[in-house]
């Protein structure tokens, strides 16, 4: 057995309209579809850009907030400038938490929060680099 793809990755969260909002006004990402599991759990379902995988946000309040573990976890999204990305966030009031920090290979990357405390990573990458 071999997996084919990945579809969706799952972010439990606190607060599913903060998250959305983060998500949707500070990345750009789409949501495609809300809805409540069998079980309780608010779902919502998040398209990145040139992507075809999704996020998977699900509150689930009786488990009580989320605590997210420093370096737990963090997703990666590639920009085009990192200069226009900051100062979009500037602008938005987003602070940055670590960077800008350029690679050996020429690619720049920052880190900026979510909700919740899970990191997200921005990298800008030079023509032809896949890895940063």
Sequence with gaps: MHVTKLLHTRMRVSDMEQTIAFYTGVLGLEVLERKTSPRGSHLAFLKVPNSEELIELTSFPPSGPVRVQEDLVHL???????????????AKGVKITDGPTQTASGSRFLFIDAPDGYEIELIERPSGVTIV
């Design 76 to 90: 990666a999204f590639q920009v085009e400038s990192l200069d226009d990305t900051i100062a979009a966030l500037t």
